[in-house]
């Protein structure tokens, strides 16, 4: 079978010129990186065109440790709608070093429903997450210099800190580390660690940020700990914001790219969606809104995490609302969540797709929860039989949701063109409604958690430990408490144990720390143990990689 490259290098990318002139976009706008890549400035955002475009929005049921095909679904489905007579653009995130080398892969797509250039996306691209490490290990920098200076302004208590450093890259030897060791002179001796790039709160600052004067802002509110009385510090009272914010002056500007089938794509942020909003830059978005009169764009794991943060988190500080939302499954998901082995899920097996069908109808009530119903894509393996695939959207038509098959890996945008037509309808008939909130700002902090563990996990109830709620006294100490809520918990499960699948009840959610993200502008309830900086596996990725004298990369998959 042909590899993801193997199909991109039959599809030569089209200069970026041609891209950007496809989207209505001037050439004097233009700020190419190299010939099929390009950074766009602000100024295309136009507030005024934003309200006509439709946005949808990609979610997924409960995925397998191998994941669904969410970007290919997006991909696939922007091209799909290009193929029926919509004018679409796709919004999507960028791909973290750490995956590609990891266990994962790249995320560009697969098959026939790819972005591209692939191997430059999928590698250093146009250095978007080295400026965000940069600017991240910038302010860990200045912290350690302000505790070693004795800044006679700030007195920053050393044990309250709470700012680690990052790395876009998989290294679990660096989770836990001791920094100032060897002498006063290499600063104060202190336990902390690396988390990876996509983890960064400055990640989350710089998808949500709306303007460089906002960045900034978001910046400066970064909580970094405490002085020796216990007052709270932020970087702004280290004055870190400004130089944050100039390693930040490109990587602020969306990058401009395009599918397999060339159409424009908009590629801008990548956090990650069991810790942070999960979806790409708001000024991506709106970008893409203002040239566009369709835009897909994609919330990270299933809709439980994901989705609702993309609908209560983003949407609630960029002002959007999608006019449609799609709900990705796959035979094999279902069957896994019916109790199938993972070593059996080429398997056909209709008993365990029809158990593991309530995954995916707890995923569209959860949808229906703010006001929208949802479109199902049923993403074709070759694996998946006649028999199942006829099986599953028999079970979607009996539960009153709208199925098609996309065969976008092997097909392409051709293969989208039924679902395209459903979510094209579904937008159509509702824009410009807005979705309704799960919660309001002036809630209190626990009945906003509790609602979301309630409503979209079904947990029975909520526990915290000491040290959570410790957490929360600072939360209104800070006068913090009209943020709102970003759970971290496990992509695999309702609950926060990954080992709970299928569609758990009767169970109980414990939140063991409450983490402050004041500049992204959410707080962060911790629900199980969440991996902050992930280990290879045991054969890495990037042993499959490599490069010849020609510079042709092989491996990237």
């Known amino acids: 079978m042909a590899t993801d490259l193997d199909i991109a290098r039959k599809f030569p990318p089209k200069p970026i010129q041609e891209i950007a002139s496809k989207a209505g976009i001037k050439l004097s706008d233009l700020i190419p990186y190299g010939h099929y890549k390009a950074k766009l400035p602000l100024s295309l955002i136009r507030e005024d065109k934003i309200q006509a475009s439709k946005l949808i929005l990609v979610s997924a049921t409960t995925p397998t440790p191998a994941g669904e095909g969410k970007t290919t679904i997006s991909i696939g489905l922007a091209d799909g709608l290009n193929k029926i007579g919509k004018q679409t653009m796709a919004a999507l995130r960028e791909p973290s070093l750490g995956p590609v080398f990891g266990m994962k892969g790249g995320a560009t797509g697969g098959g026939h429903a790819q972005v591209q250039p692939m191997e430059d996306i999928n590698l250093h691209f146009t250095g978007d997450f080295a400026a965000i490490e940069k600017a991240h290990n910038l302010l860990a920098a200045l912290i350690d210099n302000a505790i070693q200076a004795k800044d006679p302004h700030v007195h920053i208590d050393p044990r309250t800190v709470r700012w680690k450093r990052v790395m876009d890259m998989n290294d679990r030897a660096l989770r836990q ?79 401009l790219v395009q599918t397999l089938e060339g159409n424009p794509v908009l590629l801008h ?21 203002s040239m566009a009169d369709y835009v897909v764009t994609e919330a990270g794991f299933a809709f439980d995490l994901g989705g609702e943060k993309f609908l209560d988190l983003k949407c609630r500080y960029a002002g959007l609302s999608p006019s449609a939302i799609v709900l990705v499954t796959t035979v094999r998901a279902l069957k896994y969540h019916g109790g199938k082995p993972v070593k ?52 979607c038509k009996a539960a009153g949701l709208k199925a098609a098959v996309a065969e976008v890996w092997a097909k392409g945008g051709a293969g989208a063109t039924e679902l395209a037509t459903l979510v094209a309808a579904a937008a159509d008939a509702r824009h410009p409604q807005k979705h309704q909130l799960l919660y309001q700002d002036d809630e209190k902090m626990v009945d906003k958690i509790s609602r979301i563990a309630t409503e979209i996990y079904r947990a029975k109830a909520v526990n915290y430990t000491a040290k959570a709620l410790q957490d929360l006294k600072l939360i209104e100490k800070l006068g913090l408490a009209h943020l709102p809520i970003c759970i971290a918990k496990t992509q695999y499960s309702f609950t926060d144990n990954a080992k709970l699948i299928g569609t758990a009840t009767d169970f109980e959610i414990t939140i063991r720390e409450i983490e402050i993200a004041a500049g992204a502008g959410f707080v962060i309830p911790i629900a199980g143990e969440i991996m902050r900086m992930p280990g290879l596996p045991n054969t890495p990725a990037a042993e499959c990689i490599d490069i010849n004298d020609q510079g042709q990369i092989t491996g990237l998959f």
């Open 344 to 395: 059996e899920l080429t398997q056909e097996d209709l008993t365990a797709i029809k158990k593991g069908f309530t995954n995916l109808q707890r995923h569209a009530e959860n949808a229906l929860k703010f006001g929208i119903q949802p479109i199902i894509a049923i993403n074709r393996f070759p694996s998946d039989t006649e028999a199942e695939l006829d099986a599953l959207l028999s079970l």
């Open 177 to 255: 580390i001791v920094v100032g060791m060897g002498g006063k002179s290499n600063g104060f001796l202190r336990e902390t660690g690396f988390d990876i790039t996509a983890a960064s709160e400055v990640m989350a600052i710089l998808c949500f940020s709306s303007s460089i004067s906002d960045l900034k802002k978001r910046l400066g509110s970064i909580y970094i700990g405490n002085d020796f009385e216990g007052k709270p510090l932020f970087a702004r009272d280290i004055k870190a914001e400004g130089a944050m914010a100039t390693l930040l002056k490109e990587a602020i500007q969306p990058n």
């Open 269 to 289: 942020g990548g956090p990650f969606a069991n810790i942070a909003q999960g979806t790409n830059t708001v000024l991506a978005t709106k970008m893409a809104m």
